[in-house]
């Protein structure tokens, strides 16, 4: 015994030291510094634990990111074209400043009418993610089953729910499909894309608060004096937004197959590109997540979205049919329903912006078509388990549990209905 307990602290300590730093996270793979623009990891998935003796999967309650799209305004593409557009009218561009309004005037070209739309990476990737989930619950898509699949009315959203639903008909021809993607269901499914429960004063500040720091921490100095022959000349205000853009720019061409050759990094330290993502992970932790800054209000504004997730599970249940609920919309709304259902370590509340990153990372959270998958598991009885996926991943939630990774319906029920019944106040 003396010899497993030494053994296992030699293999915690090795794991941990594997680990590494968020900074070598993003050294290692410089893409992981576009946080949400980051593509869904890829490489191996760790294997599943097997359900408990006599427990079958039969349902999933799922609500899935969009995958990969083009950034979701054209003024992102053409804003840094025009600032360098003028600079070179007035000859003020360096070599590198060329190549750069060079290729930022191809992409923007590519992009035009574009901004927002799923791009080829996308479609596969809930492609990839239906044909996974189908091979990994297979008794949940049993010939006949009924699968309920929702989109935003957003056309990316659409779109992926549409790439989905085709593989998994694929997969089983018998199969009952249904979709939809109306105005009726914003309410719940698109938070931030339809009715906004969150008060413009509160965001507002939050912006405040954002702007405020990376007004205190982004120097461009150095970035700009490799693309103008007169730096001097240049306002450093308008400058860190070209910074800001150009950055935006580069960690959004690795969601297209096109552009997967096209480097933008490199214009960039290793340590501004980490700076670059700490202050966008402070921003996404504050405007989405469960920030004391904002009250820890924010993951409220999923509580429609956690009712419905309740009533659908409750529905299916009641059934007894085998099935499942897709939902499909952004990260603006899995982030606070992540946080909401106290998923793994991703309802973090904190005050020390400064170490943010050391404890909560934005890339493993929300990359293009995060998603959560709920699997439900019956032995026939009233007895009913829940297995969480975060991202395809097991995750751990807020009961107690005799089964883990496996928690008792009955009990996450109870303790996420007290939850949303919690009264919120909106208006500070």
């Given at each position: 015994m003396?010899?497993?307990?030494?053994?296992?602290?030699?293999?915690?300590?090795?794991?941990?030291?594997?680990?590494?730093?968020?900074?070598?996270?993003?050294?290692?793979?410089?893409?992981r510094g576009a946080s949400n623009h980051y593509v869904y990891p890829e490489g191996n998935l760790p294997a599943l634990t097997p359900a408990p003796a006599g427990y079958e999967a039969f349902y999933i309650d799922?609500?899935?990111?969009?995958?990969?799209?083009w950034l979701s305004r054209a003024n992102y593409?053409?804003?840094?074209?025009?600032?360098?557009?003028?600079?070179?009218?007035?000859?003020?561009?360096?070599?590198?400043?060329?190549?750069?309004?060079?290729?930022?005037?191809?992409?923007?070209?590519?992009?035009?009418?574009?901004?927002?739309?799923?791009?080829?990476?996308g479609a596969e990737q809930h492609q990839e993610i239906a044909r996974r989930m189908y091979n990994n619950f297979p008794s949940v898509f049993t010939d006949g089953a009924r699968i309920d699949a929702r989109s935003t009315v957003v056309i990316r959203c659409i779109l992926s729910m549409q790439n989905a639903t085709m593989t998994l008909r694929s997969l089983n021809p018998k199969l009952n499909i249904t979709t939809d993607a109306s105005y009726h269901d914003m309410h719940y499914m698109g938070y931030g894309h339809g009715e906004d429960t969150l008060s413009t004063k509160l965001?507002?500040?939050?912006?405040?608060?954002?702007?405020?720091?990376?007004?205190?921490?982004?120097?461009?100095?150095?970035?700009?004096?490799?693309?103008?022959?007169?730096?001097?000349?240049?306002?450093?205000?308008?400058a860190k937004f070209l910074m800001r853009d150009v950055f935006d720019i580069a960690g959004s061409l690795q969601n297209h197959h096109a552009f997967e050759n096209i480097d933008l990094?490199?214009?960039?330290?290793?340590?501004?590109?980490?700076?670059?993502?700490?202050?966008?992970?402070?921003?996404?932790?504050?405007?989405?997540?469960?920030?004391?800054?904002?009250?820890?209000?924010?993951?409220?504004?999923?509580?429609?979205?956690?009712?419905?997730?309740i009533e659908t599970a409750d529905a299916?249940?009641?059934?007894?049919?085998?099935?499942?609920?897709?939902r499909f919309g952004h990260e603006s709304v899995i982030l606070p329903l992540a946080c909401l259902l106290e998923i793994d370590n991703i309802n973090l509340s904190t005050q020390d912006l400064d170490n943010l990153h050391m404890q909560?990372?934005?890339?493993?959270?929300i990359p293009k078509a995060c998603n959560l998958q709920l699997v439900f598991y019956t032995n026939g009885t009233q007895d009913v388990?829940?297995?969480?996926?975060?991202?395809?991943?097991?995750?751990?939630?807020?009961?107690?549990?005799?089964?883990?990774?496996?928690?008792?319906?009955?009990?996450?029920?109870?303790?996420?209905e007290a939850k949303i019944a919690t009264p919120i106040d909106w208006t500070k």
């Open positions: 003396r010899r497993f307990i030494t053994s296992l602290i030699v293999a915690v300590a090795a794991m941990t030291a594997l680990a590494g730093t968020p900074q070598d996270d993003i050294t290692a793979k410089l893409t799922h609500y899935g990111r969009h995958g990969s799209r593409y053409q804003r840094p074209v025009d600032m360098l557009s003028a600079a070179h009218d007035q000859g003020l561009l360096s070599e590198q400043g060329e190549r750069l309004l060079g290729t930022l005037r191809l992409i923007s070209a590519a992009a035009y009418k574009r901004a927002g739309e799923l791009t080829d990476k965001y507002q500040k939050l912006t405040v608060c954002v702007d405020s720091i990376y007004n205190a921490n982004i120097n461009p100095e150095r970035f700009v004096k490799q693309l103008y022959t007169h730096p001097d000349k240049v306002d450093m205000n308008s990094f490199h214009l960039f330290t290793t340590n501004e590109i980490f700076e670059l993502w700490r202050l966008r992970n402070i921003d996404w932790y504050l405007h989405r997540a469960n920030s004391p800054q904002g009250g820890n209000r924010i993951p409220f504004v999923a509580r429609e979205l956690m009712a419905n997730i299916a249940i009641a059934s007894g049919k085998h099935g499942a609920d897709l909560w990372q934005s890339y493993k959270i388990l829940v297995k969480a996926l975060y991202n395809e991943r097991e995750a751990t939630l807020p009961v107690k549990t005799d089964c883990a990774p496996y928690y008792h319906w009955k009990d996450l029920k109870a303790y996420y």
